[in-house]
């Protein structure tokens, strides 16, 4: 190229032409020889071309005037200059794809990726913008066929070419690689979805039950205050301070409720909570405790006070211990037949422990009866990464009260079967002799709980009952 087509950086400075693309690069010493600089040659707005040295940039990306770019190395300034070569290869493959495929604001960063992948053996081998538009066709007709394919075998649920694009960067890099790729990703989002059923189900059954729990232990208490008599307004006293009007809400609480030992009220906005050993002396109780605490002890004692629990205490073991208290003694029996039939089938085959989902009933041969079981279980409804060992054995050692299946943990240890009890239930008292249970599982039988603390049966509006 002849000099004089060339113009001169200060000129092209003075007559404020921009640079606007990079033609080619090179390194240079400095005049003292102790740093390097790149000089490259630029084409300006205007559609001139000439040299001039690179410059440094600021902080929002604005070139420093005169201020060159400096480096301590050859290496360093030559490790600009691929970089930079590489960008202008990027640049112009971008250029010549727009045209066939239209603007993508994301395709110089997948041909950054394509060709980094292309070179992994070959670190620092530079792309001419050829390579890097056949290795873009490549990709595009790879996609294109296994959207093609995908779409043959048919299915409510097809994929969008972005979506093929992700399979592509994992490494599924053919046809059949891909194809394969979004049948996976569709049977894991399947599994996701029945699994966050079966969760949703779950706890709308949970849900359920406490709140049939719940009703039950509340008509159980207000039957306790039917058969009570509140003391009378004169016998109430209230050690700390005298405050009538306190005694008097009390008194108001305690017709409804005679058995009640923890009052809240609130004074001068203040909440505050009154307890009681005997239903006549009142004291304050946690001055220093939080609204929230206060007002969950409060709406505790309406059951647990009834029963001569407190409220203050585990909730988890004083709600458990009471229905435990109050169960009629007639739900140590399922009355569905399809149960009642599973059970005989079981006896008959030698079994002596009947798990239904959470349910289990173990046989007593000395009372020939059924009883009521809990019992645990570790298998992909309850806890994904363990399934049931169905032959493997229950080894009681002792007489724990829940029942624990065996299960494959999820790297192959098979773990026996055992007998415990409840956490805060102590240990459970040890057998003479080892008892092998022999157990059959029936999932197929429908929900968790086919019964409320009434005798009544709960079955869910799609099981179907026929006989009952």
């Not at 390579?131 to 779409?151: C, G, K, M």
């Not at 080894?395 to 065996?406: H, Q």
Request: charged fraction near 35%; glycine fraction near 8%.
């Amino acid at each position: 190229m002849a000099t004089e087509n060339l113009i001169y950086w200060r000129h092209a400075d003075e007559r404020g032409l921009k640079p606007v693309r990079t033609l080619d690069l090179r390194v240079e010493p400095d005049r003292d020889g102790r740093a390097f600089l790149i000089r490259e040659l630029v084409e300006y707005d205007s559609g001139q071309r000439g040299w001039r040295f690179r410059t440094g940039e600021g902080p929002m990306g604005n070139s420093f005037i005169h201020k060159f770019k400096k480096f301590k190395t050859a290496a360093k300034a030559e490790a600009e200059v691929a970089s930079v070569r590489f960008d202008m290869a990027v640049r112009e493959a971008d250029a010549v794809l727009r045209d066939e495929f239209g603007i993508d604001h994301l395709r110089r960063d997948n041909l950054r990726r394509l060709w980094g992948e292309r070179t992994t053996l070959e670190p620092g081998k530079l792309p001419t913008a050829e390579e890097l538009v056949a290795l873009f066709r490549e990709q595009h007709a790879t996609l294109a066929a296994a959207l093609d394919a995908i779409r043959a075998q048919g299915g409510e649920q097809q994929p969008r070419d972005y979506e093929l694009m992700w399979g592509f960067k994992e490494g599924r890099r053919s046809v059949g690689e891909l194809v394969a790729w979004w049948r996976e990703r569709l049977e894991m989002q399947e599994a996701r979805r029945v699994s966050s059923e079966l969760r949703e189900r779950k706890a709308k059954e949970r849900s359920e039950r406490r709140a049939r729990e719940d009703a039950f232990l509340s008509a159980k208490a207000a039957d306790k205050a039917a058969a009570l008599v509140p003391p009378e307004r004169d016998a109430l006293l209230l050690v700390g301070r005298a405050s009538e009007s306190v005694l008097k809400r009390i008194a108001v609480a305690l017709c409804e409720k005679p058995y009640l030992r923890h009052v809240l009220m609130f004074e001068s906005g203040y909440p505050r909570l009154y307890v009681s050993e005997d239903g006549l002396v009142w004291k304050e109780w946690g001055r220093n405790e939080t609204y929230e605490s206060k007002r969950r002890i409060a709406a505790r004692a309406v059951i647990a006070d009834a029963f001569g629990m407190d409220p203050k205490d585990h909730w988890g073991r004083v709600r458990g211990a009471l229905l435990k208290m109050l169960k009629p003694s007639n739900l140590d029996m399922l009355h569905r037949k399809d149960v009642q039939d599973a059970l005989e089938k079981a006896r008959a085959a030698g079994r002596t422990l009947v798990v239904i989902r959470q349910l289990a009933f173990l046989w007593d041969e000395e009372a020939g009866e059924w009883h009521l079981r809990e019992v645990e279980r570790r298998d992909s409804a309850t806890a994904p990464g363990c399934t049931l060992w169905a032959e493997g054995p229950i080894e009681s050692t002792n007489y724990g009260r829940i029942i624990v299946l065996p299960y494959v943990k999820e790297d192959g240890t098979q773990v026996v079967g055992h007998t415990r009890n409840a956490p805060h239930e102590g240990l459970a008292e040890p057998r003479a002799e080892t008892k092998v249970i022999r157990f059959a599982v029936y999932d197929e039988l429908g929900r968790d709980d086919t019964w409320d603390h009434y005798g009544n049966e709960f079955v869910s509006d799609d099981d179907d009952e026929g006989d009952v």
